[in-house]
């Protein structure tokens, strides 16, 4: 794992971002999620500078996974680094919304 993602591991792991399960290096097809939570089918990418050069790929592994039914969410290695309680709030914020939307 990166810095940014070990980082991000720290506040995800055991349940302890409200209750959710979240798995790293979750293999889904034929692509491994940097982080991924079963319950509302959601995948957490993050970018670092090695994806600046990969943007069709992202952008195809990202339509893939939609087309199969999840729903990615990216973050940048800066994201992480600087806005940490940001980026916790906003996957919580996705994984209720979602749960919310798949149980109406």
Not at 24 to 33: H, T, V
Not at 34 to 39: G, H, S
Not at 42 to 61: F, K, P
Request: aromatic fraction near 8%.
């Amino acid at each position: 794992m990166t810095a940014a993602e070990q980082k991000l591991w720290t506040m995800l792991r055991n349940r302890q971002l409200d209750g959710y399960k979240i798995r790293r290096q979750a293999p889904i097809g034929p692509y491994i999620a940097d982080f991924y939570c079963a319950d509302v089918q959601l995948v957490i990418e993050i970018d670092g500078d090695s994806h600046a050069d990969q943007g069709e790929y992202d952008s195809d592994r990202t339509a893939w996974l939609e087309s199969q039914g999840y729903s990615v969410i990216r973050f940048q290695n800066a994201d992480i680094h600087h806005r940490l309680a940001e980026v916790t709030a906003e996957i919580v914020r996705t994984c209720q919304e979602m749960k919310i939307s798949k149980s109406a």
